[in-house]
């Protein structure tokens, strides 16, 4: 259902990449989830169009679902995109996502400085990950009720219901051109 240029900019370009067009904005969980029903691979990964993912990045995610099968989806560690000129340093963006027991919901690590000795712990999903086939075919994919934010926990807290464990994997890095929308649908999105 895009309506910015983009379904003829990829027909135009990319000519051997199956589109899939909906005719309209079915919601972010219903859109990823026709994706992954034409999907072809052993392995998912849904990816948000402002990630910029390192040269070994889905190798990364791979190597801890192969080497784990306890393990039923992988997250990337999240860096602020920076330009090194700029900004040498770079920030964590997300190194997974905290629940609270109300609900809400914030990236773990959020602005602290990146490091290389973080450990592989146990999370909830956020705003990209890689499932196994055979993990998403089981919990059912995404809750299409919810059309925006929040799906990917509930996701999440299915897989884990399932047996299995969400990891973020320190050595699978991608980073986020982050722009914090404060708009009132947003907040009722969240809600």
Request: overall charge negative; glycine content about 8%; hydrophobic content about 40%.
């Amino acid at each position: 259902g895009s309506e910015d240029g983009s379904r003829v900019l990829v027909k135009k370009n990319f000519p051997s990449v199956h589109l899939i067009e909906n005719g309209e904005n079915l919601g972010f969980g219903s859109a990823v989830n026709k994706g992954f029903q034409e999907a072809q691979g052993e392995f998912f990964i849904f990816l948000n169009n402002d990630l910029v993912l390192h040269s070994d990045c889905i190798r990364q995610l791979v190597s801890l679902l192969v080497s784990d099968p306890a393990v039923g989806a992988v997250i990337p560690k999240i860096l602020y995109y920076s330009e090194p000129e700029k900004e040498p340093a770079l920030k964590i963006n997300s190194y997974g996502v905290l629940i609270n027991f109300t609900g809400i919901a914030c990236p773990n690590l959020i602005g602290q400085p990146d490091r290389p000795d973080l450990p592989t712990i146990e999370s909830a999903c956020g705003g990209t990950f890689m499932i196994p086939k055979k993990v998403y075919e089981i919990v059912g994919g995404f809750d299409e009720d919810l059309f925006l934010y929040h799906e990917d926990h509930d996701l999440s807290w299915r897989i884990r219901m399932m047996g299995w464990k969400l990891m973020v994997n320190p050595k699978s890095i991608c980073s986020h051109h982050y722009n914090f929308n404060k708009g009132v649908l947003k907040f009722y999105r969240s809600e």
